[in-house]
């Protein structure tokens, strides 16, 4: 098995590089879907941050609002950390079950994880290899502007509460410049995964 990381600013274009992976036959795993998992009604991660929190963050059914805990978190540096600090370890642990799971069904398998913060604070030993997505500011901007997901004044100011492409370039083994069209993103993702299916031959 090969577990590879992908990671890159907001709006980079990680699920788009994971998406064309598994399309390359990788197996891919969403990180906010395990974000989603460790806080699913009546787990442990839900129960722990409505104890710090409290109940209006939670919907009748048990379920976590994540954009409403986003919002209040975002402009509050203490309260992110320690959401964060709930979270993030049961994260990583059921990361570690899913890697875990698939070692031992499909040792061939080539493993690729969105991890958005690596440089962050990530821990980059855990992973064989590391892919950073970049896409220069402006196209970033307008992109998730036309998700419709965020304004252009939240994207940008998100953004620039990320590590730098410069500080994502140096947990990195491979940069993917994702500023382009789809179909040039496309050629870069199949020279990185003829290098990964090398590699696991040697
Ligand atoms: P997030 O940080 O929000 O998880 P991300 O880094 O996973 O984002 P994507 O979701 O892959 O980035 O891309 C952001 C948006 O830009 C999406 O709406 C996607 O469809 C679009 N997009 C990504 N790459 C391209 C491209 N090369 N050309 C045009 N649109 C693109």
């Keep these: ?12 274009g ?16 969403d990180a906010d879907e395990l974000a989603r998992r460790v806080v699913e009604p009546e787990s442990e991660g839900a129960r722990r941050v409505r ?8 919907d009748g059914e048990g379920r976590l609002d994540r954009q409403k805990m986003a919002q209040r978190v975002f402009s509050d540096q203490e309260a992110r ?6 979270l993030h370890p049961l994260i990583k642990e059921e ?22 913060l690596l440089a962050e604070g990530g821990v980059k030993e855990n992973y064989d290899r590391v892919v950073s997505v970049t896409a220069d ?12 997901r965020y304004s252009r004044v939240e994207a940008e100011a998100r953004i620039q509460s990320q590590a730098t492409d410069e500080e994502r370039a140096s ?4 940069i993917v410049d994702n500023s382009g069209e789809r179909a040039r993103t496309r050629e870069q993702v199949a020279q990185i995964w003829r290098e990964l299916q090398a590699a696991r031959r040697d």
């Design 137 to 148: 500011l402006e196209t970033r901007i307008r992109r998730l502007f036309e998700s419709g």
């Design 171 to 174: 947990v990195a083994d491979y």
């Design 51 to 58: 104890k710090v929190f409290g109940g209006q963050f939670f």
């Design 14 to 29: 990680k699920t788009t590089v994971r998406e064309i992976l598994e399309d390359m036959g990788a197996l891919g795993l």
């Design 81 to 86: 950390d320690l959401l964060e600090s709930i």
């Design 1 to 12: 098995m090969l577990v590879i990381a992908i990671t890159g600013g907001l709006g980079s």
């Design 95 to 116: 990361e570690a079950r899913y890697l875990e799971e698939i070692s031992k069904s499909k040792p061939d398998a080539v493993v690729v994880l969105e991890i958005p």
